[in-house]
């Protein structure tokens, strides 16, 4: 049974560049979040997708998107990016049908941006 | 004011001592009290959740709620090596969306 999956594992980008990070659930899951984790700090909830709709979105701004596709897969987007949007990007899946507040982690994706 | 507020000081002790971890938090409306345990270049996994007070047992890891002064802890027993990670505590509304403290990076030494 295939675990939360994420895509890259690091990536490396130039300030006021673009960004997209992917994320594939756990199997039967379908509800995705996304965290970041900058160095030092516990994860910050960014948004989650629910039926391909953002469903609660946290203190993050517009720069930062995203997407749920008909499989559950998630992608995250960051536009502009700054110094400040180093970090671990952190996905997390669940599932209505078990309890919602167990979330799934993937490995991250480490994005640095010089 | 943080949602939850976590000590992030590094704490270093030895194989079989008794590891005690807590955090505050803001809201008495917060209803799910976690645990989860991060390894070096993985993701966090959910150790233990608590419901409303009390304490819960798992092994050798106990999870403690005082809503009334609002404190969580987390008591790890005979630790291991293997204990070795950052623990991070986490809460929620119920709402599927956790809020977390900074962590605590734990060494477990032989």
């Known amino acids: 049974d295939a675990g939360v999956t994420q895509s890259p594992t690091h990536l490396i980008k130039t300030r006021g560049q673009q960004v997209t990070l992917r994320c594939s659930p756990k199997?039967?899951?379908?509800?995705v979040s996304w965290y970041q984790q900058a160095l030092g700090q516990g994860p910050q909830f960014i948004f989650q997708y629910y039926e391909e709709e953002e469903r609660q979105r946290g203190n993050f701004p517009d720069r930062f998107s995203g997407h749920q596709f008909p499989n559950y897969s998630s992608e995250l987007n960051v536009n502009a990016l700054l110094l400040g949007d180093s970090a671990l990007y952190l996905c997390?899946?669940?599932?209505?049908?078990?309890?919602?507040?167990?979330?799934?982690f993937g490995p991250g994706t480490r994005l640095t941006v010089t | 004011q943080k949602e939850v507020e976590q000590d992030p000081g590094p704490l270093s002790v030895p194989e079989g001592a008794i590891v005690s971890l807590n955090c505050t938090y803001s809201n008495s409306a917060f209803q799910y009290f976690m645990w989860y345990r991060q390894y070096s270049r993985k993701g966090p996994e959910l150790l233990m959740y608590?419901?409303?007070?009390g304490n819960k047992e798992d092994g050798r890891f106990t999870a403690q709620v005082d809503k009334s002064s609002k404190y969580i802890s987390l008591f790890i027993r005979d630790s291991q090596p293997s204990d070795s990670a950052t623990y991070l505590c986490a809460v929620s509304y119920g709402n599927n969306r956790l809020a977390f403290g900074k962590g605590n990076q734990v060494v477990v030494i032989p």
């Open positions: 608590t419901y409303s007070s």
């Open positions: 997390a899946s669940s599932s209505p049908r078990e309890w919602e507040e167990e979330q799934y």
């Open positions: 199997s039967g899951h379908d509800t």
